[in-house]
């Protein structure tokens, strides 16, 4: 069924009630796993990740390419895999599976201090139970708690979100004087399945970019506003996980203290 955005620009709210400029509801919690270094489990919206991590573990001989590839080098090798669960959604998405693991597996290279650990890999686990939008953001933003529980040493959190743009308004369709489309931040399924968005990721409180991932085309003048609202949401985000990391710091610590 196509997405009936009319009301987007008449009532300037989205289907869901939201407004542009709104993020979904983000649940998360850390340590969620026992057996895992680090673990965590996150939704946005609907769209619900696990994530465990495994290591720094030293790379014992044999093992496939991989292994002799972290073997080879001074420094820690980042593996990333993604499970999709055959009930978590819509089916086109699991062929993304490959290029959400390289695309994760390179922004968490830059980040982490990988030349702590030489001759080691660190492998990231995803397990999406559900999918409805921002699901590369989800992974992003779960792998980074999951990394922080595990206490591998980062230089500052990657948050993640998505951001797109509205079609034109119907009024302004066969007309000359178009107005331009608006930004929207958080995108779920529908709108993603309808909209031209992107993924944004930045590193730490300012507004650096290590991820960028832009799903469909739109003319070069409109990225500008999709990626200001982007790395505004990643703002939002991180206040968000900051709260998260802070609130499982002190359980630790009285738990320590008692």
Same mark, same amino acid.
């Given at each position: ?30 340590? !969620? ?89 660190? !492998? ?11 699901? @590369? ?6 792998? !980074?708690?999951? @990394? ?111």
């Amino acid at each position: 069924m196509p997405l009936d955005t009319s009301t987007y620009h008449l009532a300037l709210l989205r289907l869901d009630g939201r407004r542009w400029n709104e993020l979904r509801r983000i649940h998360a919690q850390i340590s !969620t796993q026992a057996s895992a270094d680090g673990s965590s489990y996150l939704e946005m919206g609907n769209t619900k990740v696990i994530c465990t991590v495994a290591g720094p573990a030293e790379v014992r001989g044999g093992g496939g390419a991989g292994r002799r590839e972290g073997a080879e080098r001074d420094n820690a090798v980042v593996q990333v895999e993604v499970g999709i669960a055959g009930f978590s959604g819509v089916e086109r998405k699991r062929r993304n599976a490959t290029e959400m693991q390289n695309t994760i597996a390179s922004a968490f290279t830059s980040t982490l201090f990988t030349h702590l650990y030489p001759h080691s890999t660190i !492998t990231i686990t995803l397990h999406i139970l559900s999918q409805d939008g921002s699901l @590369l953001a989800a992974c992003l933003n779960a792998a !980074t708690l999951a @990394l922080i529980d595990a206490g591998i040493p980062m230089s500052d959190y990657i948050v993640a979100c998505t951001s797109g743009l509205t079609p034109p308004a119907p009024s302004s369709q066969n007309s000359n004087n178009t107005d331009d489309p608006d930004p929207l931040l958080d995108l779920n399924g529908m709108e993603e399945q309808e909209l031209a968005f992107m993924t944004v990721g930045t590193v730490g409180a300012g507004e650096r970019v290590s991820v960028c991932v832009m799903e469909r085309r739109v003319q070069v003048g409109r990225l500008e506003g999709m990626l200001a609202v982007g790395v505004d949401g990643c703002r939002q985000v991180r206040e968000i996980l900051d709260g998260v990391v802070r609130r499982q710091g002190k359980r630790v610590l009285e738990s320590v203290i008692s």
